[in-house]
């Protein structure tokens, strides 16, 4: 599992930002922000479920149709849960819409964080999460609607468990 927690390290460096403003406040001002540092290996549990499944999402999801070496190391990182051959298929293709669907919502971030710079305004982080949020909890009620019971408990028995490998900073608002 060494591979997939770096890729979760990784990845959850790069979404950090994203994953904990509340899509209730407005977008941030740097100045005005507090922050705490998460360690999941001391504090697992103050990693949340969200920012914990949209990571194993982002590091196991494949595009459709993915070369051949992708698609060896999604293979490899699901053949870990021991699936079934038909929950393995199942969740590769609910990981491949979520794919599609979380680099279009990254793509849009994008695109529009560029236009509100260039307005001189500041990106909307929490509609990005609130969005990001919305995916992860969409792509896990489809899993439970397309694999086995026992196949969800062995991936949320990972996800928990990579917890304790997470680190993570927490934005919140100042008074």
């Known amino acids: 599992m ?14 950090a930002a994203f ?25 697992p549990e103050l990693v949340p479920d969200n920012v914990a499944y949209r ?6 999801a494949q595009e459709p149709n993915p070369a051949a070496d992708k698609e060896a190391v999604q293979n490899a990182q699901l053949l870990k849960l021991g ?20 680099d ?18 500041a990106a909307d982080y929490s509609a990005f999460s609130s969005q990001a949020d919305a995916l992860v909890a969409y792509t896990r009620e489809k899993l439970k609607q397309r694999v086995s019971a026992d196949a969800m ?9 990579e917890k304790s490998n ?4 927490r934005t919140t608002r100042a008074h």
Do not use: C, I, W
Not at 2 to 15: D, E, G, I, Q
Not at 24 to 40: H, L, Q
């Open 2 to 15: 060494r591979p997939l927690r770096l890729m979760f390290v990784a990845v959850l460096l790069t979404s």
């Open 19 to 43: 994953s904990q403003v509340s899509s209730n406040n407005p977008p941030m001002d740097m100045s005005r922000t507090a922050s705490s540092y998460v360690d999941g290996s001391q504090h």
């Open 55 to 60: 990571l194993f999402f982002v590091a196991v």
């Open 83 to 102: 699936f079934s051959a038909k929950d393995m298929e199942s969740t590769k293709r609910v990981l491949e819409d979520f794919k599609v669907q979380y």
């Open 104 to 121: 279009n919502l990254v793509s849009r971030f994008n695109d529009s964080s560029q236009v509100a710079m260039q307005a001189g305004d």
């Open 153 to 161: 408990h062995k991936l949320d028995l990972l996800v928990q468990s």
């Open 166 to 169: 997470m680190k993570m900073v």
